[in-house]
């Protein structure tokens, strides 16, 4: 596709705002306009300069609002057949760390046939984590920016390892305002945590319950590991009436797949760097807080126990510190605003804690 020229772009822009000036220089062409009511016509006018590979940035300085046209390279697209080899590989890890989940869960408690859980295991695992992408996705479609297919990342399929990292998405358009950055964070963790709270209801049918003697032999003389749970997976444990005085729960490798949801599920929803949690936070308070909230969202990962996670934020949030929309100017919308507490909210929600809100 060939570069617009100057006049062109200049007459594309004048369709949406008046012009009040302009400054060419050799990488950008700087247009002063002079409306307020920006969010909106700004939007309409950024995609279209995507499809003519431009970028349009909306800034101010001294008073004046401007207009930066700049070009515009969108990455790569990747070979195609890259993303169906990760998922099936993924599946792979994920079916093998469930089949010997049922067999280490078996020798404690009867909980089925090892093939038949981990194909429950697999399917449970992998639409957390699809939903959760697929609602990406979605979000994506709605404000018309462009994205890769999900890229599921295979794990280590040995019990007492992760069977898969999970999945990324990465984005071939451009973050136009404050809403869509906020609508694309937010879209993927609440849309996984629906289907988190499913399979943790049909986990905890499945998981058996022992007499607590026996699990506290088990864990005193066999090496049984208590795992910290959430408070949502625990308000489901009681719900499915799975919390009973003197009997302890034997986690299925299914109620363990929501378990990892969960998880993913906290950890996204943290207020750093480049997480959902981390878009939602920059386009609700700015730069400055996400920036602080991010050392905080580290030091909550060291402080409980996800050192690897923590220096992961550390480190890639040294070398790309924001997420910064073409609009930075104008206001997230006041719903998105109210949504941020409960957003934090759900974050500590699916948190795993040290202690539970059932009683002994």
């Known amino acids: 596709?060939?570069?617009p020229t100057v006049d062109e772009v200049i007459d594309v822009v004048s369709t949406f705002f008046t012009i009040k000036g302009i400054t060419q220089t050799t990488r950008s062409l700087e247009l002063e306009i002079n409306e307020t009511d920006l969010k909106e016509k700004f939007q309409v006018l950024a995609q279209r300069m995507e499809q003519k590979n431009l970028i349009a940035r909306l800034e101010k300085n001294l008073g004046s609002t401007f207009i930066i046209i700049s070009r515009f390279q969108p990455p790569a697209a990747r070979r195609s057949w890259i993303p169906r080899v990760l998922f099936a590989g993924t599946i792979a890890t994920v079916m093998i760390d469930g089949y010997y989940r049922a067999i280490s869960t078996n020798s404690i408690a009867k909980v089925g046939d090892p093939i038949v859980i981990a194909v429950f295991y697999t399917i449970s695992l992998m639409g957390i984590l699809g939903i959760h992408e697929l609602g990406h996705i979605i979000a994506s479609k709605r404000h018309k920016?462009?994205?890769?297919?999900?890229?599921?990342?295979?794990?280590?399929?040995?019990?007492?390892?992760?069977?898969t990292f999970g999945a990324l998405i990465m984005s071939r358009g451009l973050i136009v305002n404050k809403n869509m950055l906020f609508d694309v964070g937010i879209s993927g963790p609440i849309a996984g945590l629906i289907v988190?709270?499913?399979v943790s209801a049909y986990g905890a049918y499945l998981s058996?319950?022992?007499?607590?003697?026996?699990?506290?032999?088990?864990?005193?003389?066999?090496?049984?590991?208590?795992?910290h749970s959430s408070i949502l997976m625990d308000a489901t444990v009681a719900l499915v009436g799975k919390h009973i005085p003197g009997k302890e729960l034997v986690m299925s490798p299914v109620l363990l797949a929501a378990w990892f949801g969960f998880l993913i599920t906290f950890l996204n929803l943290l207020p750093a760097w480049q997480l959902d949690g981390g878009h939602v936070a920059r386009?609700?308070?700015?730069?400055?807080?996400?920036?602080?909230l991010t050392y905080a969202s580290i030091g909550i990962l060291a402080a409980t126990g996800y050192f690897i996670m923590a220096l992961f934020v550390l480190m890639f949030?040294?070398?790309?510190?924001?997420?910064?929309?073409?609009?930075d100017i104008s206001p997230l919308s006041s719903k998105r605003k109210k949504m941020f507490p409960f957003i934090m909210l759900l974050a500590f929600l699916c948190a795993p804690l040290p202690f539970s809100i059932l009683p002994q």
Do not use: C
């Open 283 to 292: 386009a609700t308070l700015g730069i400055k807080w996400h920036r602080i």
């Open 196 to 198: 988190a709270v499913v």
């Open 1 to 3: 596709m060939s570069i």
């Open 208 to 227: 058996p319950l022992i007499p607590s003697a026996t699990a506290q032999d088990l864990s005193t003389n066999h090496g049984l590991v208590e795992i």
């Open 317 to 327: 949030s040294m070398r790309s510190r924001d997420v910064k929309p073409l609009d």
């Open 145 to 163: 920016l462009k994205i890769s297919w999900p890229y599921f990342i295979p794990g280590i399929p040995v019990v007492g390892f992760i069977p």
